[in-house]
């Protein structure tokens, strides 16, 4: 049974310190936690393997030196010898800037970088995407029925926060099917990400950000960027409850999880919520609107998730045929308009979180 060692977490449950975990085969696991936006702290995560020293996930550039000081930490508290000009591989979650941004460190010291396929291009293109990436998110705020000052600054914003990395070729393009070092399997959960994967060392998950302890994932619409969704993410939920039984989880935010079925169930439980809420909710309202009643008045990045998380259960619900267009003759009329929603008058099946 996995067991964990030195281990302290502040009133939201984020770690103040390294941890060591140690798996059914012995094999150990350093939990690194390093700020990389203020106030945002990360989980990089060192397999101590003999033969195959990992990172999973690297932090941003800025957090490169607080990761120099946990491995120091753990080398001090710990006795581990690993330094990280010894890592063989460093396997990227997903291609979330929080989670790659310190890929250009890390392959300077001659580690090799592994992402998922789907993820790959935007450590690639990264210029490209950001271009892409930003047009979509406009058009869906407009769509929203965000007001176009707002839509401006918004964008703004989210352009604003990409703009440090340069794009980087990872020497490795996971596919279904691979495996890391010795042979840990991986599993590919789109939803939060295209790329997103977890990594299992024996009895031990890591679910980077597709299974958290404490809060779930960010949702965004699939009709922003293919592979996310609600309706891929529920489904890699699935997914990972069909990987294995774990005895631990290890997200890339916050403390491990310990009961990995249990949290996956507590996880489905809060978007049926979420489901049920905004079909109470759409009467005849934009994205926007709804989000404004779901979340209340909200500034800056917390505005542009709050219109993202409400904008894929409507896109879920609306797939489902639980939902339909009220205002068809205005969109008909002019591209401009934002779609306005309304029940359909079907009752939420909980059964529809488990596909």
């Not at 990987?243 to 890339?252: E, I, N, Q, T, V």
Request: with cysteine; charged share 25%.
């Amino acid at each position: 049974m996995a067991t964990i060692g030195g281990f302290d977490t502040d009133k939201k449950g984020r770690p103040k310190s390294a941890a060591e975990i140690v798996t059914s085969s012995g094999t150990r696991i350093y939990l690194l936690p390093v700020e990389t936006f203020r106030a945002h702290v990360n989980n990089v995560y060192l397999i101590d393997h003999p033969d195959h020293p990992t990172l999973f996930d690297v932090g941003t550039a800025s957090s490169h030196d607080q990761l120099l000081a946990r491995l120091d930490e753990v080398r001090a508290r710990f006795g581990v010898r690993t330094k990280l000009g010894d890592v063989r591989e460093a396997v990227i979650s997903h291609a979330h800037t929080d989670h790659f941004g310190n890929a250009h460190h890390i392959r300077e010291l001659g580690i090799k970088l592994s992402i998922h396929e789907l993820d790959a291009r935007v450590m690639a293109a990264f210029e490209e995407r950001r271009v892409l990436a930003a047009r979509g998110v406009e058009i869906f705020l407009r769509q929203a029925g965000v007001e176009t000052a707002a839509v401006a600054a918004l964008i703004e914003l989210y352009r604003s926060g990409k703009t440090s990395f340069r794009s980087l070729e990872p020497d490795r393009r996971l596919v279904r099917g691979d495996t890391i070092g010795p042979g840990w399997p991986l599993l590919h959960v789109p939803g939060h990400c295209p790329g997103m994967i977890c990594l299992a060392v024996d009895d031990v998950v890591l679910t980077a950000d597709h299974l958290l302890a404490r809060i779930t994932p960010a949702q965004f619409p699939q009709s922003i960027t293919h592979s996310m969704g609600l309706g891929n993410y529920l489904a890699s939920l699935s997914r990972l409850e069909g990987f294995g039984a774990f005895d631990l989880g290890l997200g890339g935010h916050g403390e491990p999880i310990r009961d990995v079925s249990g949290r996956i169930g507590v996880t489905r439980g809060h978007h049926r919520r979420r489901l049920e809420k905004i079909l109470e909710l759409a009467a005849g309202r934009t994205v926007a609107e709804i989000a404004l009643d779901l979340f209340g008045p909200q500034e800056r990045y917390g505005a542009l998730l709050a219109y993202c998380e409400t904008g894929a259960h409507v896109e879920f619900l609306h797939d489902h045929g639980l939902v339909t267009i009220a205002n068809l003759d205005e969109l008909a009329g002019s591209f401009d308009a934002a779609p306005r929603y309304r029940s359909a008058g079907f009752e939420l099946d909980p059964a529809i979180v488990l596909r």
